[in-house]
């Protein structure tokens, strides 16, 4: 039993081997109750010490994908019933299309650090509601990072959230009334759409181009429909990865201020960027821009930032104290603590090298493949891309075979229309699971039905 476990990869050696492992079983299609071979032979076969394999195996007796019998040593599990079985078949399948990094790319030691160095030195932050405007410390460091950016506010014009899609749904709350329409990219977030769906916002869908929004689209939905607003992500769209040209930025900026259109800058993955270029929200002071910790630190660490004017944040934060009495200030001071002394930072730092990596390894693995690649993005979590040689429905089964869970053919219109193209999470699709199904939908291999 091969696993191929690299070395000189970022992966942690024990993930790779659960990948390994998880990427054997599937694509083998073994029965349950086959006993692997023992700790001892996986070891010595791969080149590994046996307590990385007893500590992978371990983890997937946790997830049920394999049975630790006394004297018999690990076996693949047998589900009992047709609801285990369902479970089963998903704790084996990686979803390619995820919006966030996979559990395997957290780092816990410094999370754990300042959990428990907040809990020692802000016993208040373990029982009280955070500030209107949020924790003051956090807002401080969110100002230092701005300016950093470019984006040169007072701390006034800074609200903290739960999240950035809690920041989203009070910018929709506070802005708009049913009825109203916004421009939206299409393909675009599903979950704005949804939001926008939930408050009987119309939605109007300018195509995403590598470039940006397309300009020629763009100005005929402001002159024909007048929106009231733009939703928008400037650095490594979702779901494309592209990124806004300088020039589509400008332009972009003109027309909605000419034509009285609120902008809203998305740019949760802003920590993921590590090249030239400015935000909507540096070159014009009226957009209102939207940002998060949660992509990058924790998703169950719910915080996040809304930049606007100073009579917008006002209006934004009676909405957040109606809506949810505010936002956890135990949350705002473990993500403070990691601003300030600098980890943060480290590890945002890791997650890009390890991310740029990864992703040069996965565009490679496309071409080889014949895949049409959206733009080629140069930084983010996200790769658009679409095979030339099969059609949508043998790419989907060469998946499954795989135990590669893709993406809703319609989660990323406004409209709920279908497409070929899917989200390619670079973290994910480092998993040798994803690899095989890649090479599967070459035009030299043969396809598995």
């Known amino acids: 039993m091969e696993l191929r476990i690299d070395r000189r990869a970022l992966v942690p050696v024990v993930q790779q081997i659960v990948d390994a492992l998880t990427c054997w079983i599937r ?104 500030s209107p405007l949020g924790l003051p410390a956090l807002r401080q460091q969110i100002l230092k990072w701005l300016k950093q950016r470019k984006i040169n506010v007072e701390d006034s014009r800074i609200l903290t959230t739960a999240g950035a899609s809690q920041g989203l749904d009070l910018i929709v709350r506070t802005l708009f009334k049913p009825g109203d329409c916004v421009v939206v990219e299409s393909p675009g977030y599903p979950a704005l759409f949804d939001l926008l769906n939930l408050h009987g916002i119309s939605m109007l869908e300018v ?119 505010g936002a956890s200030r135990f949350c705002e001071s473990v993500v403070a603590c990691l601003l300030a002394n600098g980890t943060y930072r480290q590890l945002v730092q890791r997650q890009r090298q390890r991310l740029n990596s990864e992703r040069q390894v996965i565009l490679q693995l496309l071409e080889d493949a014949g895949w049409e690649v959206f733009g080629k993005p140069v930084g ?15 790419v989907r089964v060469q998946a499954r075979r795989f135990g590669v869970l893709l993406s809703s053919t319609t989660a990323f219109s406004p409209t709920g229309a279908a497409t070929d193209w899917q989200r390619i999470n670079v973290a994910c699709a480092c998993d040798p699971r994803v690899r095989a199904f890649f090479q599967a939908t070459a035009p030299d291999r043969p396809q598995a039905f």
Request: with cysteine; proline share 5%; charged share 20%.
């Open 207 to 325: 195509p995403r181009t590598p470039c940006g929004p397309d300009l020629a689209a763009l100005e005929a939905l402001m002159l024909k429909h007048r929106p009231r607003g733009l939703f928008i992500n400037s650095f490594h769209h979702n779901p494309t990865g592209c990124s806004l040209t300088p020039e589509v930025a400008q332009r972009v900026l003109h027309m909605a201020k000419e034509r009285g259109v609120q902008v809203i800058e998305d740019d949760v993955y802003a920590d993921l960027h590590s090249g030239p270029g400015k935000r909507l929200a540096a070159l014009d002071d009226g957009v209102i821009y939207v940002g998060s910790y949660s992509k990058t630190l924790s998703s169950s660490l719910r915080v996040g930032f809304v930049v606007a004017s100073v009579q917008m944040i006002v209006r934004l934060a009676e909405v957040k104290m109606i809506s949810s009495m």
């Open 380 to 394: 983010g979590l996200f790769i658009w891309a679409r095979s030339r040689m099969q059609d949508d429905a043998q």
């Open 27 to 130: 694509c083998n299609d073994v029965a349950p109750g086959t006993r692997l071979l023992s700790v001892r032979k996986i070891a010595h076969i791969n080149l590994l010490s046996q307590s990385c394999v007893v500590e992978a195996c371990e983890r997937l007796v946790v997830k049920g994908v394999l049975e630790s019998r006394h004297a018999a040593g690990y076996v693949v599990a047998s589900p009992v019933s047709s609801s285990a079985r369902q479970t089963h078949t998903s704790l084996c399948q990686l979803p390619l299309g995820d919006g966030g990094l996979p559990e395997s790319w957290r780092e816990t030691d410094d999370l754990a650090y300042a959990i428990r160095e907040v809990s020692r030195t802000d016993m208040a932050s373990l029982f009280n509601y955070s």
